[in-house]
């Protein structure tokens, strides 16, 4: 598969290239990293390049590899009117982030109760396949979290609003509607609020040496201000919730493309017209695990101070 450097950093294959192709893929590489990168990722990100209602090109950023149906990294936008929704764009972790926390604390300051910190930081942060969280939660504050997100998280004294202003849509994503999630998604997700999981998602002790910081205007503006200073790194999703939210609506889309007559070139792209009734449904359940993400984040951050409290 042809690709061309069209600028610094930026390579395109030409919808010449597949069948089928309504607009072109980019990749994000440097000349460096093209090279390396699997064939696997050209194939899906053509692929995405050929769905119905796409906007612009099918993009892949510079860690792009093999993703489900989607490659990891890669970012395509689709017409509202005419365009799909696709649970393998969106991912199975829905909301899978970051949030970084700020202490005062420098390495030399932490280094002599390191053990005890992060002994504490296990036992107030539950990670691991299956584990369940520190926050109780039945069937209809459970709903309130798909709703609400931070907000719920602000309601019952694990946030603060300086938190949730500091939070990608204040934490809550508008229009979830739990009525469209299934009781096996409630199941799962249900005891998990509070919990890192596993795979790659992680919580980190961190050390910032100042030789790591590229512009010191913008890293005190965040308060990152003095040599070694400790933050902690948090990087989880909607756990099991989110993964079945997914696995439920893939299994609706995949009789979706048959109704509506949707070619895919790759089953992993099921979907279904964002403007129909299957692709509401699933875009309303997508915002309740997306909601769910964040309050997980949040809880985890409510856990990570009471152990720095703890400790120090």
């Known amino acids: 598969m042809e690709k061309h450097k069209i600028a610094e950093g930026i390579w395109e294959i030409d919808r010449s290239q597949k069948d089928g192709m309504r607009v072109p893929a980019r990749i994000y590489s440097s000349d460096r990293l093209i090279g390396q990168i699997e064939q696997g990722v050209f194939d ?5 390049a050929c769905m119905p209602g796409i906007v612009g090109s099918a993009l892949c ?6 993703g489900y149906g989607f490659p990891i990294g890669g970012v395509a936008a689709f017409s509202t009117s005419d365009g799909v929704i696709s649970p393998g764009g969106i991912g199975f972790d829905i909301n899978c982030g970051m949030r970084m926390l700020r202490t005062n604390l420098t390495l030399e300051e932490v280094r002599p109760k390191l053990q005890e910190l992060i002994d504490t930081l296990f036992k107030y942060v539950p990670a691991g396949t299956g584990k369940s969280g520190t926050v109780g939660l039945d069937r209809k504050t459970f709903r309130d979290v798909m709703t609400d997100g931070v907000e719920w998280c602000v309601k ?4 603060t609003r300086e938190d949730q202003d500091s939070i990608e849509e204040h934490g809550c994503l508008k229009g979830a509607n739990p009525d469209f999630v299934s009781d096996k998604a409630f199941k799962r997700g249900v005891n998990q609020l509070g919990t890192l999981g596993s795979g790659n998602h992680y919580l980190e002790i961190e050390v910032v040496k100042e030789s790591n910081i590229y512009d010191i205007q913008t890293a005190s503006l965040f308060g990152i201000d003095r040599p070694d200073q400790i933050i902690i790194s948090i990087h989880c999703g909607s756990r099991g919730f989110g ?5 439920d609506y893939l299994k609706v889309f995949e009789k979706s493309v048959r109704k509506y007559g949707i070619h895919v070139r790759d089953r992993e792209l099921a979907c279904a017209p964002f403007t129909s009734d299957e692709g509401k449904r699933y ?5 309740c695990a997306a909601n769910n993400a964040f309050a997980n984040r949040q809880i985890i951050t409510h856990q990570v101070r009471k152990a720095f409290k703890k400790v120090f």
């Open 44 to 48: 899906q990100i053509t692929n995405v």
């Open 243 to 247: 993964h079945q939210v997914a696995t």
């Open 283 to 287: 875009f309303a359940s997508m915002k």
């Open 156 to 159: 019952n004294g694990y946030a």
């Open 61 to 66: 950023m510079p860690d792009g590899h093999w």
